[in-house]
């Protein structure tokens, strides 16, 4: 796990993850219902905010959100 | 033919007692429990699949109806030897499991009221309806039960909180396990004797002013939600159908469980989120030929393009409809193109419990209309100031109805004063604008308050304002919808700070998350824009109205008792 994919997971998980349970970067988020269309908006915001980027809404779909492993490559992708 | 036939013909001579014909119901006892998985079972279908259900992960559940019957016996069974008696309110708080369908029944078996919790739902959201309808108990998960447990202090009407997918959990005082799996299954269950009035689920919506109501239904609602299924959704008996609402909102036990199962339909729930692939693959797979979504699917659908759709094969799709906002034409000539089916508009609130004005099989579609009003139904609008009804078509006026149908809401919880006011003239007033053209079409054009459409969902401003003024860094707030492309309106947030705290990304992510956490994502605004102050009128109360014309570019109308700078 490298570093941006940790600073996701520590933000899924302090934001999004009840006490106690478990996820890794690979978890299903939205098809667990952890996250859904509605919050993923947040959590694109953290992104855009972190690292000074813009997430066309194209490349923030329910599949590329759905574990930190692929969040993390959308961001990758798009700071080149 | 369509099941209803020719609506010209049907709905001048429908009564409700011929919608009690078509159920079979002639007088006495009426129990929806008895009705979706019992009778099934003795018309000799009980080695039917009622349920197909696929979680996240890919697993595969599959249930007859026989197995329902056992299963709602069995949760029946377990809640009286807990101590729960007619008219108690269970609360259902989980993912779309099987074993929240099972409970659903199980609780109206026994005669008391189910209340289903969006499971998204956050403390504040949970507190604020459990505590309303003083709930006895709630049933719900590993995944679900902390957010309980942190409130449950402050909940002293609450005797059990039940946890029903994990027998590991460390327990707490109220707290218990109850594992369907391993239970006893009860074949023989005693129903409790109810009638048409006995009331049956209680499900909570929001208004403009004041907290979210728990619009009150009867048992008797399943008269006019059976007809509805049959006729609207066009059921037949070998049929599979594939409802994508959550039982949290009306739609998904109005039409995801009781008319559906009170026909005999297989149904499928998929407990995966959203995904354009996934759900052609559940269209495809389990051989859905009914399907029920939303708007707001159907645009995020539209966004990935026909090709994905191509990939897959529908063969026996024959009939899809809409339902939670108004579907905009591009969207029923999408499902055209697609799958060469038009979707079929259909409109109701929780109030109303079962379809309302809707688009019928057999008849022409309109693009953008939301069709006629059901038979039985006396549909019309009113003026918007003097509150008469309007005969001149295609005039603007206020959806109301004539009260008397079976599924119309007795009550809102402990609430007859906000009742009341939703009758003016003896109509039921829908709060909703719309127009009727010169063959009874209505064409939607929005809502007549402040509560925002988002996704389907109706979220009250009053609640997330409540919420926000309680973050530590907010002094006033106003919410109000603002467009969107895809979930018709999305949460606005307009925040003035208190001293010593000025705005910041951090800041602003910081108020979303905490009203996701607190309410739910579907409150959570999707913008926040940080004020100096908000406008208010002489008296201070806040202008909502100026907010949200100006989200909309619309006029800003009269401003004279906007106070002075």
């Known amino acids: 796990m490298d570093e941006l994919e940790q600073t996701i997971l520590d933000y899924v998980i302090d934001e999004y993850i009840e006490d106690g349970e478990e996820i890794g970067v690979e978890s299903p988020l939205i098809s667990a219902g952890i996250v859904d269309s509605f919050s993923m908006v947040s959590l694109k915001t953290f992104l855009e905010r972190r690292y000074k980027i813009s997430i066309p809404d194209d490349k923030a779909s329910p599949e590329a959100f759905d574990n930190v492993k692929s969040i993390a490559q959308v961001v990758r992708d798009i700071l080149g | ?565």
Not at chain 2, 238 to 248: E, I, K, L, R
Not at chain 2, 401 to 414: A, C, F, Q, T, V
Request: some cysteine; hydrophobic content about 40%.
């Open chain 2, 1 to 565: 033919m369509p099941n209803m036939g020719d609506y010209n013909d049907v709905y001048p001579n429908f009564t409700w007692k011929k919608a009690e014909e078509v159920l079979g119901y002639d007088g006495g006892p009426l129990n929806i429990g008895w009705y979706c998985s019992d009778r099934i079972c003795e018309q000799g279908k009980g080695k039917k699949l009622a349920l197909i259900w696929e979680g996240f992960t890919g697993e595969v559940e599959k249930y007859t109806f026989d197995e329902l019957r056992q299963n709602s016996n069995t949760y029946g069974e377990f809640l009286r030897s807990i101590g729960v008696v007619e008219r108690d309110r269970v609360c259902i708080f989980m993912d779309k499991i099987p074993d929240l369908y099972f409970s659903f029944l199980g609780i109206l078996k026994i005669g008391a009221i189910a209340q289903p919790l969006f499971s998204a739902f956050g403390e504040e959201a949970l507190f604020t309806r459990m505590e309303n309808a003083a709930s006895s108990v709630i049933l719900t998960t590993k995944k679900h039960y902390r957010k309980v447990r942190r409130i449950k202090d402050q909940l002293p009407a609450l005797r059990h909180i039940v946890i029903v997918d994990d027998d590991s959990v460390g327990l707490e005082e109220r707290e218990m396990i109850f594992n369907l799996k391993a239970a006893k299954k009860i074949d023989k269950i005693e129903i409790a004797k109810t009638g048409p009035e006995s009331p049956s689920v209680l499900h909570y919506t929001s208004g403009t002013t004041g907290q979210p109501k728990g619009a009150l239904h009867v048992h008797g609602s399943l008269i006019a939600q059976h007809i509805t299924t049959k006729w609207v959704l066009d059921l037949r008996d070998d049929d599979v159908y594939w409802c994508t609402a959550d039982p949290g909102w009306v739609t998904g036990t109005s039409y995801g469980i009781i008319g559906p199962w009170s026909l005999g339909t297989t149904q499928v729930v998929y407990d995966g989120g959203f995904g354009a692939a996934k759900w052609y693959r559940i269209l495809q797979d389990y051989g859905v030929s009914v399907w029920y979504t939303a708007p707001t699917a159907i645009r995020l659908l539209m966004k990935e393009g026909t090709a994905l759709v191509k990939q897959f094969k529908y063969p026996r799709l024959r009939h899809m409809c809409s339902v939670g906002e108004p579907l905009n034409p591009e969207g029923v000539i999408w499902g055209q193109e697609a799958f060469g089916l038009p979707y079929f508009d259909t409109y109701w609130q929780t109030e109303t419990g079962a379809i309302v004005i809707t688009n019928f099989p057999g008849m022409e579609i309109r693009p953008g209309s939301m069709g006629k009003a059901f038979p039985g139904i006396e549909a019309v609008v009113l003026d918007l100031k003097t509150h008469e009804v309007i005969a001149e078509p295609n005039k603007v006026g206020l959806i109301a109805l004539k009260p008397g149908w079976p599924s119309m809401m007795r009550e809102y919880w402990n609430n007859p004063e906000v009742y009341g006011k939703k009758f003016i003239n003896g109509w039921y007033i829908t709060g909703d604008r719309s127009s009727i053209d010169k063959d009874g079409y209505f064409w939607f054009v929005g809502r007549d308050d402040d509560v925002i459409n988002t996704g389907g969902h109706l979220v009250g401003p009053f609640e997330i304002e409540s919420a926000l003024i309680e973050h530590e860094a907010v002094a006033e707030a106003a919410a109000v919808g603002k467009p969107d492309p895809v979930n018709m309106e999305v949460v606005k947030a307009f925040v003035a700070l208190k001293p010593g705290f000025s705005p910041s990304d951090d800041l602003e992510l910081s108020i979303m998350n905490y009203i996701r956490k607190r309410l739910s994502p579907l409150a959570m605004p999707q913008e926040i824009e940080f004020v100096d102050k908000l406008p208010k009128t002489r008296s201070g109360k806040i202008m909502r109205r100026l907010l949200r014309a100006k989200e909309w570019g619309e006029d800003l109308g009269d401003t004279s008792t906007l106070e002075d700078d």
